[in-house]
């Protein structure tokens, strides 16, 4: 079975780190020995296991993927860079003829959609390659959809609790926060409590200290006008792995549909879970 050549760019990054160890330990795979990142990054090289990867500077992109495209031939980029990225890597992807699944959360993600549209390539766009946190918003997103109002006149809280690099806002709690206005709770993203502080996450989160650095925690409070009625729905992920496996099913997803001459098209870790499961 020919391999599927993968280039994880965001490496030193964490996350970028667990998705590229997962493309190195899985046959289907071929980790191309490069990694596009930040400008603020000093390291020159990135070790996997017996992996070197070399880290690609922003002014040096340009002619690194010249070279892979022409030794290498096609490829798919996955991304887990920087939020302040996501539109120009996305750019950068669509004019190269690139097509990349983008796990990087923030920036303009009607532009990003808009971006890929006018190309000549696909992507997966999804704030959450977790398939089992991606499966618990469609069945709210259904829930919604199919129930309109449900929450009218409840009050919500909703919290969650990353890393403290972490730059923006869960992408998965903003999501969360479009199927309750469809349950008829007003409630805009800025409201959204973001927890970053370790000490806050170990003493009253109680998060296991050993995930500090590493995990995402979401919580979501319904309570009725008159306060008899309370409804509680949380998820917790501990570590990194669910990402990366989550992540390199996108990847087989997206290469079949590249074989089937789909072009121009965004799609989704819905489409993926379907996919799979087809």
Request: hydrophobic residues 35%.
């Amino acid at each position: 079975m020919k391999r599927i050549k993968v280039m994880v760019n965001g490496l030193p990054g964490k996350v970028a780190g667990v998705v590229a160890r997962h493309v190195v330990e899985n046959d289907r795979f071929e980790l191309i020995p490069y990694s596009l990142t930040g400008p603020e990054i000093t390291d020159s090289e990135f070790k996997i296991n017996d992996f070197n990867i070399q880290l690609v500077l922003p002014d040096m992109s340009e002619k690194i993927i010249n070279n892979i495209k022409i030794g290498t031939g096609n490829l798919i980029c996955i991304d887990f860079t920087h939020p302040s990225a996501v539109n120009s890597n996305a750019e950068f992807y669509c004019r190269n003829n690139l097509p990349f699944v983008m796990g990087t959360t923030g920036g303009d993600r009607e532009l990003l959609d808009q971006t890929v549209a006018r190309s000549s390539i696909s992507a997966i766009i999804a704030p959450n390659m977790a398939k089992q946190i991606v499966g618990f918003q469609a069945m709210m997103e259904y829930t919604a959809k199919t129930f309109p109002g449900l929450f009218t006149g409840y009050s919500l809280k909703i919290e969650e609790s990353h890393q403290k690099g972490k730059a923006d806002t869960s992408g998965t709690a903003k999501a969360m926060t479009k199927y309750f206005n469809s349950f008829g709770i007003p409630f805009s993203e800025d409201e959204i409590i973001k927890e970053r502080d370790p000490e806050i996450q170990k003493n009253i989160w109680k998060i296991p200290e050993e995930y500090l650095d590493g995990h995402g925690w979401h919580k979501y409070t319904l309570i009725s006008g008159d306060g008899t009625v309370r409804f509680e729905f949380s998820h917790t992920i501990n570590g990194r792995e669910i990402y990366g496996e989550g992540t390199l099913d996108a990847v087989s997803y997206l290469h079949e549909k590249i074989r089937s001459g789909i072009l121009g098209k965004v799609f989704t870790m819905i489409d993926v879970l379907k996919g799979v499961d087809s």
